[in-house]
């Protein structure tokens, strides 16, 4: 059993010390309702919609916003999971890094896909996904865009993730995209799926809310509404395996005979 929570956090904090400032607030209740691991939105640390800002907010993976991480998950006995600009070398990416309640460095992700808009002026995508151990459960992350495709869940499934963060900064214009489509995400790979979405309004932006956690049969476990907000949950590792054995997607797909 994982107990998980998720961060739904206001867009409009100002800058990295009001971020990190939020978090060092909340992780208490957190760790009271005995959460195993906290995910975070995407681009939490620096904030998504900055534009130039990115430049100047962007660190290397050993910088700032990691140090500050381990320093809280050791303190609260939480794992953290967190979006945030990396810089390597003169590239920047939009990354993910999960840090362990001990403040070793769990798994770090970059963004595959990069979606039209702003993103593409400052962020090159990145190459793989690795997957993570982590109370009992193998775990994958995608990155909000990532998580439109049904190819890189198929394939972080079939790579054996049971879970898997999302990260996301999801405008209000997409709501069928949180009700809908991240859901069945979660059922036609039979996994559980974690959606972390900011909330509110950050300069011209308006952010959906909505964030979920799904089972592997498609079911939402708890989902948030449009306000700042936390999650929380208790993930069986047996509705895994009950899922995919009942709807048998990953090796039957197998099977398919396409030519």
């Known amino acids: 059993m994982l107990t998980l929570a998720i961060a739904q956090?206001?867009?409009?904090?100002?800058?990295?010390?009001?971020?990190?400032?939020?978090?060092?607030?909340?992780?208490?209740?957190?760790?009271?309702?005995?959460?195993?691991?906290?995910?975070?939105?995407?681009?939490?640390?620096?904030?998504y919609f900055i534009g130039d800002q990115l430049q100047e907010r962007a660190e290397p993976r050993d910088g700032a916003t990691a140090k500050q991480l381990q320093k809280l998950a050791q303190a609260h006995g939480v794992a953290i999971h967190c979006g945030y600009a990396e810089r390597g070398g003169d590239t920047l990416y939009n990354?993910?890094?999960?840090?362990?309640?001990?403040?070793?460095?769990?798994?770090?992700?970059r963004k595959l896909a990069?979606?039209?808009?702003?993103?593409?002026?400052?962020?090159a995508p990145g190459n793989g996904v690795s997957l993570f151990e982590f109370r009992g459960f193998k775990i994958a992350t995608l990155i909000c865009y990532d998580a439109e495709f049904p190819e890189t869940f198929r394939?972080?499934?079939?790579?054996?993730?049971?879970?898997?963060l999302v990260p996301t900064a999801l405008g209000a214009d997409w709501n069928w995209?949180?009700?809908?489509m991240i859901p069945t995400r979660a059922y036609e790979n039979g996994v559980f799926l974690a959606y972390a979405n900011g909330a509110g309004q950050q300069g011209e932006m308006s952010f959906l809310g909505k964030s979920v956690i799904a089972t592997p049969d498609g079911r939402e476990l708890a989902r948030a509404g449009a306000g700042p907000e936390i999650l929380f949950a208790d993930l069986?590792?047996?509705?895994?395996?009950?899922?995919?054995?009942?709807?048998?997607?990953?090796?039957d797909r197998l099977r398919l005979n396409l030519s």
């Not at 409009?12 to 957190?30: G, I, N, Q, S, Y």
């Not at 394939?155 to 898997?164: D, K, P, R, W």
Request: glycine share 6%.
């Open 114 to 123: 990069i979606p039209p808009g702003f993103e593409r002026n400052f962020l």
């Open 9 to 47: 956090a206001p867009s409009d904090l100002p800058d990295w010390a009001a971020r990190m400032a939020w978090l060092e607030t909340h992780l208490p209740e957190v760790s009271a309702q005995g959460a195993d691991l906290l995910v975070l939105p995407e681009l939490f640390a620096c904030g």
């Open 236 to 251: 069986d590792h047996a509705l895994v395996v009950k899922a995919q054995a009942r709807l048998p997607y990953l090796k």
């Open 95 to 109: 990354s993910a890094m999960c840090i362990g309640p001990d403040g070793v460095l769990l798994s770090h992700q």
């Open 177 to 180: 995209v949180a009700e809908t």
């Open 155 to 164: 394939h972080v499934a079939a790579l054996g993730a049971e879970l898997v």
